[in-house]
Each structure stands twice: as C-alpha cells, then as structure tokens.
C-alpha cells in the first residue's frame, strides 16, 4: 500500500508541474480538440465526445467502495466558414485525477491558404478559462504523513487563469501535420487559499497522419503524436486499417514507455457521417502501482458537405478533377 501511495503522490506531483495535459489515445480522431487550425480545413460541421476511464478500477484511498477517480471528457465543435476561408471552433474538458477537477472551456479561430487545390496551410488560436481545484471530500490515503495533502483536503484549493493556444497545419491530400503550442502564457501561480505551486507550462505537440489506400476495400493510416513540455520529448506512434470506405476500422498505437494501444471501431448513417470508436490501453509498466488497462469510448458526427464546401481532389488514369 505505502508504494502506491507513493507512486500515486508523484503522479499528483506531475499534473501540477510538468504534464499538465491529460493524454488521449483516440488523438487522431481529436484534431478539432487539440488544433485550433483544424476548422478552417473541415468541409463540414463536425462534433466529437471522448470518454477516457484511466487505470480502471484503480483504488488509491482508503475506501474500497468509492468509484475510480481517474476519467476525462472531452466536448468539440467545429465548422468551416469557407466563403471567408476559415473556421470556428469550441472545446470543453472536464478531468477528474485524483482529488484534481481540471475545466477547460475554450473558444477558436483559424484561417487557411490555399496555396493550390490539393495543397493548404492554416493558423489558429484557442483562448478560454482553465480552472483547477481540489476537492475537499477527496479521500485521502491511509497514511497522511504529508501536511500538504492534509491541506488539500480541508481546504478546496483552486486556480483559475485565461488559457490561450496556437496551431498550425499543412494538408497535402491525404497528408497532414500540425504544430500545436498549448498554454502560451506559461506562468508560475499558487493554489489558493493554500501555498501549493501551480506552475503553468508550455506544451508542444505535433501530430501528423497519412491515409493511403491499399487498394478498393482497404486503406492504412499511420499516426504519430510527439508530445514536449520542452524538457522532455514522448510520443505516440501507430497505425489504422480501415475497410470499405472507412465504415470499420481497427489498429494499434504504442505508447513511449507507457502503454500499448488496440482500437476498433465503426461507423454508420449516410456516409459513415457516425462513427464509434473504442480503444483499450494495456499498461506495460509499473502494473504493481496502478491498473492494468484504460478505456476510450469516442462519438463523432459530421453533417453532410454544403454547396460551397471544397470538393476532394478524384484521381482516375485519365483526369483529375
């Protein structure tokens, strides 16, 4: 029990110092959340809801009845303006780690360039409101031997701060990557009413996919997300077989040094404009100190293509058109 303490005060310790991002394994699906320069490259409105469960049924406190403590929900919306080249976007984040409430709402803009047909470039800003909080009715662990934590439970400390994000993007057909800067106003705050440090860092990100298809039934998509608080470098690396023009799809994502991913997924209605997806984590290291599996359940919905929306590029041994 004292080592999962343990271990469980310094992944307390990491939220508030270093990754102060929680990490989804569905990220290729969440462009729209991540990158505010997504919008503007969309050809249609399309919202996403994620459900991450971590480390199911992980039990660090002394209450064996009381539910896990280690979930995520994610909210966007985005829609293209094309007559103006351009889009909007919003994002919500409510996560749960620990005694930690974190809440993101945020508001975005970008624009596009379009430097030929098949080829463009964008830019935009996430800015909205990121509160943190502990909650006073956490259970603590059996042994409170640090006064800090003892503080934390009979205190309901909390920050509160604008939070703002930028992102660029360049999509060649079915190539793309984007460039992601969170938390652009890096700050060092205290908890209040407690003196706990709340240091804001900057993040970088980069996520980059390539869709190529195999052949009229099958296509492979190969997905990488490095991640940085600018001291150290992990990153994401897997990959998507999708089947008959994308209505099931199935793969595996490798984790640095954490996780290694297996998703499955569907979709449905006219145009596979639904989609479901599911993904399980299986944890390869530290298994004593914390579950053996997290969980991703992931809903998109993308309204048909309007009139002024940009046609994709149709390739056929005689035109392109």
Do not use: C
């Not at 829609?79 to 975005?108: K, M, Q």
């Not at 709340?198 to 099958?218: A, E």
């Not at 209505?247 to 639904?274: E, P, T």
Request: no cysteine.
């Amino acid at each position: 029990m004292a080592k999962r303490i343990s271990i469980l005060l310094i992944l307390v310790s990491i939220s508030l110092y270093a990754q102060q991002d929680p990490q989804f394994t569905n990220y290729m699906f969440l462009k729209s959340y991540y990158s505010p320069s997504s919008s503007s490259l969309l050809n249609s409105p399309e919202g996403v809801f994620l459900y991450r469960n971590q480390w199911t049924g992980f039990q660090p406190t002394n209450d064996a009845d009381l539910p896990s403590q280690f979930f995520a929900n994610v909210f966007s919306i985005s829609t293209p303006l094309e007559n103006i080249n351009s889009g909007l976007g919003l994002r919500f984040l409510s996560e749960n780690f620990g005694p930690l409430r974190r809440t993101d709402v945020s508001i975005g803009y970008s624009y596009k360039i379009k430097l030929k047909r098949d080829l463009r470039i964008s830019a935009g800003v996430f800015i909205g409101l990121l509160q943190k909080r502990y909650e006073a009715d956490y259970r603590p662990p059996v042994t409170l031997d640090d006064d800090k934590l003892i503080e934390l439970q009979n205190s309901n400390a909390n920050s509160s701060e604008v939070d703002l994000s930028f992102s660029s993007t360049l999509s060649y057909r079915e190539f793309e990557v984007s460039v992601i800067i969170n938390h652009l106003q890096a700050n060092q705050n205290k908890l209040d009413p407690i003196n706990i440090n709340d240091n804001l860092g900057r993040h970088l990100y980069s996520i980059l996919s390539y869709k190529y298809s195999l052949n009229r039934k099958y296509s492979i998509q190969p997905n990488v997300f490095f991640k940085s608080d600018l001291q150290t470098i992990s990153y994401d690396l897997g990959a998507l077989m999708y089947y008959k023009a994308d209505k099931y799809w199935s793969g595996f994502s490798y984790r640095d040094q954490a996780d290694l991913s297996i998703f499955l997924g569907l979709g449905a209605l006219k145009g596979n404009s639904l989609k479901i997806g599911y993904s399980i984590d299986l944890v390869l290291l530290n298994r004593e100190a914390k579950s053996s599996t997290s969980h991703e359940i992931i809903v998109t919905y993308r309204l048909p293509p309007s009139l002024n929306a940009e046609r994709p590029i149709i390739n056929t041994p005689r035109f392109n058109y």
